[in-house]
């Protein structure tokens, strides 16, 4: 089974910066897929942004541009570098990993940026 911990949300005034980080547990990291969810009250569940275990990166509309997703396979390591933070990027911040059809998730992190 994979673990998954996030850790550096927090509260951050608008236009300012914080950078999320999954920690995985396991021996198979190479091999997972990973991405970033958020969450907003009232809101679904969506995407951010994604990367292969190549490197290959995906991101939402919202957040090109200001958000860089990376990873770090010798640290089993991925990153949400987050820059320009508006209000609406307020949101319990979800890493996700996939190998196959199955996925792992972590516990969240809460993202506030005040006004």
């Known amino acids: 089974q994979v673990q998954l911990v996030e850790s550096g949300g927090g509260l951050v005034q608008a236009g300012g910066s914080l950078r999320l980080s999954c920690v995985a547990s396991?021996?198979?990291?190479?091999?997972?897929?990973m991405g970033w969810y958020r969450q907003a009250p009232g809101k679904q569940r969506e995407l951010v942004a994604s990367?292969?275990?190549?490197?290959?990166?995906n991101y939402a509309d919202s957040v090109k541009g200001r958000f860089t997703i990376s990873r770090d396979n010798a640290k089993t390591t991925v990153y949400l570098q987050m820059n320009s933070l508006k209000a609406e990027d307020t949101a319990v911040y979800y890493c996700?990993?996939?190998?196959?059809?199955?996925?792992?998730w972590g516990q969240g992190t809460q993202v506030t940026v005040s006004s």
């Open positions: 996700n990993a996939s190998v196959g059809l199955t996925n792992y």
């Open positions: 990367i292969t275990r190549g490197g290959t990166t």
């Open positions: 396991g021996s198979i990291f190479s091999r997972l897929f």
